[in-house]
T-cell receptor, first 112, second 116 residues
Framework: AQSVTQLGSHVSVSEGALVLLRCNYS??????LFWYVQYPNQGLQLLLK??????LVKGINGFEAEFKKSETSFHLTKPSAHMSDAAEYFC??????????FGTGTRLTIIP | DSGVTQTPKHLITATGQRVTLRCSPR?????VYWYQQSLDQGLQFLIH???????AKGNILERFSAQQFPDLHSELNLSSLELGDSALYFC???????????????FGPGTRLLVL
């Protein structure tokens, strides 16, 4: 069985500061990893995904994540936060056969 | 706009009742997935259909059922509703049948269900 743990249900950062959202996974097979964003009153939108190859993955809106097998982590970062980044972020894991398994989400607040 | 549409946006009903949620996938997508998002359970996968056939089941209650029609739209039927069924129900679609990993799932805006 696969699972995802997102550390911190709420994260606040100042505008212009580094955004770091943490995700650790558990998987018995090489995982596929995803970050989704949910803006208020909207569905989920894919930010980025890791399947194979380069471990540093770049996504939309300036976000990137690094797959670290030794740490079973897939943390999401953005160098400089913008007010429009305020949203809820979900990390998810899958193998190529199975459904997406989501974490509990991290609500990101940007302080002006 | 993801191209996935869901109706209705909001639904208020009473315990014991039955409701139907509708989803139209993006043009060209053959897969439809249903998810439930609630405060206590988080975002949970319910069921996956590909081109009219059920492909995978998740944490879907026996009181819930779904189907995908020849025109590829899907309906999620929730019956004998309980207070705990109050949640946001999302539909997502993708082109093929591989489920979670190899394809991007595009999510609709959701249907918010309130059971009183």
């Amino acid at each position: 069985a696969q699972s995802v743990t997102q550390l911190g249900s709420h994260v606040s950062v100042s505008e212009g500061a580094l955004v770091l959202l943490r995700c650790n996974y558990s998987s018995s097979v090489p995982p596929y990893l995803f970050w989704y964003v949910q803006y208020p009153n909207q569905g989920l939108q894919l930010l980025l995904k890791y399947t194979t190859g380069a471990t540093l993955v770049k996504g939309i809106n300036g976000f990137e994540a690094e797959f670290k097998k030794s740490e079973t982590s897939f943390h999401l970062t953005k160098p400089s936060a913008h007010m429009s980044d305020a949203a809820e972020y979900f990390c998810a894991v899958s193998d190529f056969r199975e459904k997406l398994t989501f974490g509990t989400g991290t609500r990101l607040t940007i302080i002006p | 706009d993801s191209g996935v549409t869901q109706t209705p946006k909001h639904l208020i009903t009473a315990t014991g009742q039955r409701v139907t949620l509708r989803c139209s996938p993006r043009s060209g997508d053959l897969s439809v997935y249903w998810y439930q998002q609630s405060l206590d359970q988080g975002l949970q996968f319910l069921i996956h259909y590909y081109n009219g056939e059920e492909r995978a089941k998740g944490n879907i209650l026996e009181r819930f059922s779904a189907q995908q029609f020849p025109d590829l739209h899907s309906e999620l039927n929730l019956s004998s509703l309980e207070l705990g069924d109050s949640a946001l129900y999302f539909c997502a679609s993708s082109v093929g049948s591989s489920g979670g990993a190899l394809e991007t799932q595009y999510f609709g805006p959701g249907t918010r269900l309130l059971v009183l």
